[in-house]
């Protein structure tokens, strides 16, 4: 079974920058999609970033584009999430999850999650 652990959250400045990654335990196929989504105290979890496969597809949602940066490595099974410009709004849990779509923002086409990692910008 597919596991997947986020790593690299922490406490940031404002304007400080963090990489999370997700690392996959177990075969993903390179027809599955790696997405990153994010839950804020108090709100509903919501997309910010998926890759496909292959790395060719990226989206990001409007708030973090030009500021977050999607990768992959597949020879190490991990997806990364360059986060830089941190704002505070950006606090929240971040889950890394995978499906069988080319790069989707919906939630419910992802089937396999992580437990999340705490991500807090705060001075």
């Known amino acids: 079974q597919l596991q997947l652990v986020e790593l690299g959250g922490g406490l940031v400045q404002p304007g400080g920058s963090l990489r999370l990654s997700c690392v996959a335990s177990g075969f993903i196929p390179k027809s599955y999609a790696t997405g990153w989504f994010r839950q804020a105290p108090g709100k509903e979890r919501e997309a910010v970033s998926c890759i496909s496969g292959n790395g060719e597809l990226k989206n990001y949602v409007d708030a973090v584009k030009g500021r977050f940066t999607i990768s992959r490595d597949n020879a190490k099974n991990t997806v990364f999430l360059q986060m830089s410009s941190l704002k505070p709004e950006d606090t929240a849990v971040y889950y890394c999850?995978?499906?069988?779509?080319?790069?989707?923002?919906?939630?419910?086409?992802?089937?396999?999650w992580g437990q999340g990692t705490e991500v807090t910008v705060s001075s």
């Open positions: 999850a995978t499906g069988f779509v080319p790069c989707g923002l919906v939630e419910i086409d992802y089937d396999s």
